[in-house]
Structure formats: structure tokens, C-alpha cells
């Protein structure tokens, strides 16, 4: 698919929110390369903060962030996987306006031709909440690279035709 060089690249703001028991500034891998990627791709990164796999803060920081005119994007890395406590997916179903099915369905399949069946475990997703793209990513650095390489990287870019998330952004609101 290609990129239309003839059309304006449109930088869009994203904030990047780390689901982890664990992870600490230092560690955060997944985070550091989301960030790397979003800024090497042209884009403003306005918030990236880690938060504990709590259902509760997890929604009010996504919330807070969906709230804010400024934001566009919201990736999140980590809590999709299926142990007790991964609720990023519970958090973003009591959040959502709409569900974007694709997404995961995509992810999946990039997934499987790398990992294989072990991709069953993903409970990767998209939703839209208040306007804004929220994009559950799983918590590894490979599963982030592959989400953002194989589908984020164009679908947030202005210029990839035939469509992009960024040309229904003025329309996400409408009723």
C-alpha cells in the first residue's frame, strides 16, 4: 500500500500508557521504543506515564487522556494477556464508544506468522473513546514493533492511501 507523497504529512499527538506491575522508567522497553518510533515518525508525543494493571487507574488515566482535545492517539502496552491480572481490555470496554475489530484481528495474524499459535493469547485491541484512537497493545518490545511496523506506522500517517485513521479524525465526533 503506498504512501501518496503528494499529500501533506499531517503529525498528530499521541500519548503512550504503560500497563505493568513491574515496570519501573528504566525498564520499560516496550514504552521506550513506542516513544522512539512515534518522534522518529514525525509525530508529538504528549504524554507517557506507567501505571499499575488496575482496572480503575488505568481508566482514569485513559479517560483523562481521551478528554483532552489535544490527544489523537493513546497506545498502551501491556495488561492484554489472560492472567488475573491483565485488565487492560476489561478497562477499555467499560470506556469505549466504539470498537475497532480489525485491529485485533490484524495484529493477530501479524502475530501468528511470527510467534504462531502462542498469538491466541493476545487479547490485542482498538476502541474509540470521546474522538480518540485508543490502541491496546501487548507488552513486549516484539509485539509493539510489529503493531506499530505492520499496521500503526502507516494508519497514522496522512499520506497512505487508499484511507488512514488520521482522515476520520475530524469525523470521529460526528452525530
Same mark, same amino acid.
Given at each position: 500500500m503506498p504512501i501518496n507523497?503528494?499529500? +501533506? /504529512?499531517?503529525?498528530?499527538? *499521541?500519548? *503512550?500508557l504503560t500497563i505493568s506491575d513491574t515496570r519501573t522508567e528504566a525498564t520499560d522497553t516496550s514504552g521506550q521504543i513506542l516513544a522512539k518510533k512515534v518522534r522518529e515518525k514525525g509525530h508529538a508525543l504528549l504524554h507517557k506515564e506507567i501505571v499499575k494493571d488496575e482496572k480503575e487507574l488505568i481508566k482514569k488515566i485513559l479517560?483523562?487522556?481521551?478528554? #483532552? +482535545?489535544?490527544?489523537?492517539?493513546?497506545?498502551?502496552?501491556?495488561?492484554?494477556?489472560?492472567?488475573?491480572?491483565?485488565?487492560?481490555?476489561? &478497562?477499555?470496554?467499560? @470506556?469505549?464508544?466504539? #470498537? *475497532?475489530?480489525? /485491529?485485533?484481528?490484524?495484529?493477530?495474524?501479524?502475530?501468528?506468522? +511470527? @510467534?504462531?499459535?502462542?498469538? @491466541?493469547?493476545?487479547? &490485542?485491541?482498538?476502541?474509540l473513546c470521546k474522538g480518540t484512537y485508543i490502541f491496546a497493545l501487548p507488552g513486549?518490545?516484539? &509485539?509493539?514493533?510489529d503493531a506499530w511496523e505492520d499496521i500503526l506506522k502507516t494508519q497514522l500517517d496522512s499520506r497512505f492511501s487508499p484511507c488512514n485513521f488520521i482522515d476520520l479524525i475530524p469525523r470521529l465526533l460526528e452525530k
Amino acid at each position: 500500500m503506498p504512501i501518496n507523497n503528494l499529500k +501533506k /504529512f499531517i503529525p498528530i499527538n *499521541i500519548s *503512550i500508557l504503560t500497563i505493568s506491575d513491574t515496570r519501573t522508567e528504566a525498564t520499560d522497553t516496550s514504552g521506550q521504543i513506542l516513544a522512539k518510533k512515534v518522534r522518529e515518525k514525525g509525530h508529538a508525543l504528549l504524554h507517557k506515564e506507567i501505571v499499575k494493571d488496575e482496572k480503575e487507574l488505568i481508566k482514569k488515566i485513559l479517560l483523562e487522556w481521551s478528554s #483532552d +482535545k489535544e490527544v489523537d492517539v493513546i497506545l498502551t502496552t501491556g495488561g492484554t494477556g489472560l492472567t488475573g491480572r491483565d485488565t487492560t481490555p476489561e &478497562a477499555l470496554d467499560e @470506556i469505549k464508544d466504539k #470498537d *475497532i475489530p480489525g /485491529f485485533g484481528e490484524l495484529f493477530r495474524l501479524i502475530s501468528y506468522k +511470527k @510467534i504462531g499459535t502462542s498469538t @491466541i493469547q493476545s487479547r &490485542a485491541m482498538a476502541v474509540l473513546c470521546k474522538g480518540t484512537y485508543i490502541f491496546a497493545l501487548p507488552g513486549s518490545s516484539g &509485539a509493539v514493533t510489529d503493531a506499530w511496523e505492520d499496521i500503526l506506522k502507516t494508519q497514522l500517517d496522512s499520506r497512505f492511501s487508499p484511507c488512514n485513521f488520521i482522515d476520520l479524525i475530524p469525523r470521529l465526533l460526528e452525530k
